[in-house]
């Protein structure tokens, strides 16, 4: 759990007890905050839709998290926008950093991505909600007209600096 998380949504075990169903726009001021921590442009929409119920071991999450933000394009720095909706489906279990021998096993499938520890009996569900948000977030996002600008102000493209670049130029050369 983050110290100071911008979105933080404390949920009990004895509210999981009950089930509970959740729907969190963040304001403005977290929305900028959380735009800051993830390096965005702009934030300008962000909410949390889960329902949240008690499970063996700790409590389980499901839902999705909706953005609307602003990146920055990676080789141009243009604004690049988009509306990211991303499920999830998490469980915050009691043993899940239990300790394991060098000697021990371990397979992991898919579905133990989405565990993560409980914090006594308690969980951060708005840090969780940003979280899975940086992790649908473009890793390098693209400006759709990034390629003709780089073009413009002769920056080559892959195709032709790549290793094979200079054979190309060869072909079609007599004696090659």
């Known amino acids: 759990m983050s110290a100071a998380a911008e979105f933080s949504l404390i949920v009990t075990l004895a509210d999981a007890a009950q089930g509970r169903d959740i729907l969190v726009e963040a304001d403005a001021e977290t929305r900028a905050g959380i735009a800051s921590r993830l390096g965005l442009v ?59 021998s060098e000697d021990e096993e371990i397979e992991i499938s898919s579905d133990d991505c989405d565990m993560l520890p409980l914090d006594g009996d308690r969980i951060d569900l708005g840090d969780a909600a940003v979280q899975t948000l940086s992790l649908a977030l473009a890793p390098f996002p693209r400006h759709p007209d990034a390629d003709r600008i780089l073009s413009d102000k002769g920056v080559l493209s892959e195709e032709e600096a790549g290793p094979f670049a200079a054979l190309a130029k060869l072909r079609g050369k007599p004696g090659v």
Do not use: S
């Open 42 to 100: 702009a934030l300008d929409h962000f909410a949390l839709i889960a329902a949240v119920r008690a499970i063996a071991g700790g409590i389980g999450a499901k839902g999705e998290v909706k953005a609307k933000l602003v990146q920055a394009c990676a080789a141009t720095d243009l604004p690049v926008p988009a509306t990211i909706t991303e499920p999830f489906d998490l469980r915050f279990l009691r043993d899940v950093d239990a300790p394991v």
